[in-house]
């Protein structure tokens, strides 16, 4: 088994400061959000699309109103909702693994995801349900967490893990490539969507297929944060304590194959933000998985959220994939985590 997961004791912020950042972060990057882009918007323009929609407006339709309703709205919910997912991911299967670089999509559990999500969508006939396409890449999530469990067992560097994980996480993405190159049909996000993320196709479809399972995997993963704290001794000792492992592992498996599901749905395969958020949260509030978790998904949140306003925004009208910015800022964390292991 890889080695366990390194914390210092206690952490050298506050968790009620950090909190408190994160959610004055998140109210930020949701109102930037909705005002930054191509079209042109006010404060007073979003202003007037909330009192229209809530009936208090002066009932005059703007382009704005349907700029920020149907494109604006669903995408800011939706990076809010996917880096929320990745984040509270990132914590569980770090813990579950007791290994700090158990990102999603390092072991492959997004790439998986991502394949499992397209067969959903050749299950669906035409114009039907995003759910298909949700719970495919649910399933494939969860089917890969489990195989990664068993090779995990069988390794005692975590290095082999990531490498092990990148191996299968190429695989799947060279058949997810082929399948979508292959298929030309306009249902099907493009490869670029799959390989390196993005916001732009976020609809209230989506959105609503999608973000109630990341809500319950969160929650999932969160009620199994103190077994957690407990399995970082070892496994032995957790079942000494009166952990049931399996069960918890069944649980954060499913809890975190949700919301790297859901996640990936909505923003394709955007790697790093399970690792880096966790990472930096860590060292700043100490090891308990049941704040990390909560904490880690409002900061994956603010971390989607902000860089997807980087992506459209930097060399705007071109947008840049989201999954190429994160991965500017993760692969460096990972350097230094295998630097620092070697």
Do not use: K
Request: aromatic share 4%; no cysteine; hydrophobic share 60%.
């Amino acid at each position: 088994m890889a080695r366990a997961v390194d914390i210092a004791p206690g952490g050298r912020v506050g968790v009620p400061l950090v909190a408190a950042a994160l959610v004055v972060g998140l109210a930020s990057v949701a109102l930037i959000g909705m005002l930054a882009g191509s079209v042109a918007v006010t404060p007073g323009d979003l202003w007037h699309m909330i009192a229209n929609r809530v009936g208090r407006g002066d009932g005059v339709a703007r382009l704005t109103d349907s700029v920020l309703w149907a494109i604006r709205l669903p995408r800011v919910l939706a990076g809010l909702v996917a880096g929320a997912g990745l984040g509270a991911a990132g914590v569980a299967l770090q813990g579950v693994f007791r290994n700090p670089m158990a990102d999603p999509h390092l072991i492959g559990i997004s790439p998986a995801a991502g394949l499992g999500a397209v067969l959903g969508i050749a299950a669906t006939p035409a114009l039907g349900s995003s759910l298909p396409m949700v719970l495919g890449a649910i399933g494939a999530g969860v089917l890969l967490a489990i195989g990664m469990q068993r090779i995990a067992a069988n390794v005692v560097d975590s290095g082999q893990l990531v490498l092990v994980g990148i191996a299968i996480g190429f695989a799947v993405l060279a058949a997810l490539g082929a399948i979508v190159l292959g298929w030309d049909s306009p249902r099907v996000p493009t490869f670029t969507f799959w390989v390196f993320g993005g916001l732009s196709g976020a609809t209230w479809s989506i959105l609503g297929a999608a973000a109630p399972f990341v809500g319950i995997g969160i929650a999932a993963v969160a009620a199994s944060g103190r077994s957690l704290d407990l399995m970082a001794l070892g496994e032995d000792e957790a079942r000494h304590l009166g952990v049931d492992v399996a069960r918890v592992r069944a649980l954060v498996f499913a809890g975190a194959g949700m919301t790297v599901g859901g996640a990936v749905a909505m923003s394709g395969v955007v790697g790093f933000v399970g690792l880096v958020v966790p990472t930096l949260l860590r060292h700043w509030v100490g090891p308990s998985h049941r704040r990390l978790v909560v904490l880690s998904a409002l900061g994956g949140a603010v971390a989607l959220a902000g860089l997807d306003i980087v992506a459209r925004t930097v060399v705007a009208p071109i947008e840049i994939p989201v999954g190429l910015i994160t991965a500017i800022g993760g692969a460096p964390v990972l350097v230094w985590f295998l630097l620092r292991r070697a």
